[in-house]
């Protein structure tokens, strides 16, 4: 079974740029996660979608982040512009359980690392 | 957001030695996950305790969910130093999958 894809994998911009990460979950799983990971703290959740709809952005910093997953499938996450506080692994997660099915285990990709200078 | 605290932040053992870290979070949870990341590496699942009181086991490692079902542990029996790496807990409080991690616990072994 195919894991979560994710890209690109590492990416390095200027301060005020916009950048673009793009997450494949796995096949069949309902809800996706993007959690923001700087180095030495735990994930952040930005952002949990169950098919295409939102269930939690709370914490996504919306005047600069956004994020979607058009058709329940793949999704992206768009910083713009960013800020140098913006450094860091954005994770992408998938689950086959979510709002309704209840909880269970997350699959992580990769991560897409990001440096802002 | 969920606030879930994790102790210690740092932890050396010797290879051989126990290691414990826990989780507390000011909130009563629905269930508890915890993750393992190794160094470089994303998280990986270990564990969902539900029940309160929930004592699981896998090999050396052994995870409690608390009473109150507001604090958890996880013990690793003798570590080897295929252990090391950074546990997160994960706080589920409606049920829902909305997972909030902890602040992690990073666990070197000495060889």
């Known amino acids: 079974e195919a894991g979560v894809a994710q890209s690109p994998r590492y990416k390095i911009i200027e301060k005020r740029q916009s950048v673009a990460f793009w997450c494949n979950p796995i096949?069949?799983?309902?809800?996706l996660y993007w959690y923001q990971q700087i180095l030495g703290q735990g994930p952040k959740l930005l952002i949990q979608?169950?098919?295409?709809?939102?269930?939690?952005d709370s914490q996504l910093p919306k005047d600069r982040f956004s994020a979607e997953r058009l058709k329940g499938v793949d999704s992206t996450l768009k910083i713009q512009p960013a800020k140098l506080e913006d450094s860091a692994v954005y994770l992408c997660?998938?689950?086959?359980?979510?709002?309704?099915?209840?909880?269970?285990?997350?699959?992580f990709g990769e991560g897409s690392r990001l440096t802002v200078l | 957001g969920q606030q879930v605290m994790q102790i210690p932040q740092y932890q050396h053992v010797q290879e051989g030695e126990d290691f414990t870290t826990y989780c507390n979070s000011s909130?009563?949870?629905?269930?508890i996950q915890w993750y393992k990341q190794r160094p470089g590496g994303h998280p990986v699942f270990l564990i969902q305790?539900?029940?309160?009181?929930e004592v699981k086991k896998q090999k050396r490692l052994t995870f409690q969910f608390g009473e109150a079902k507001k604090n958890s542990s996880l013990h690793i029996t003798a570590t080897q130093t295929t252990d090391v790496g950074t546990y997160f807990c994960?706080?589920?409080?409606?049920?829902?999958?909305?997972?909030?991690f902890g602040t992690g616990t990073r666990l070197t072994v000495i060889p």
């Open positions: 997660a998938s689950s086959p359980r979510g709002w309704l099915a209840g909880s269970g285990e997350l699959f």
């Open positions: 994960a706080a589920d409080q409606t049920g829902a999958n909305n997972l909030f």
């Open positions: 096949s069949g799983h309902a809800t």
């Open positions: 305790l539900v029940k309160s009181g």
């Open positions: 909130t009563t949870l629905s269930n």
């Open positions: 979608f169950q098919n295409n709809g939102v269930v939690d």
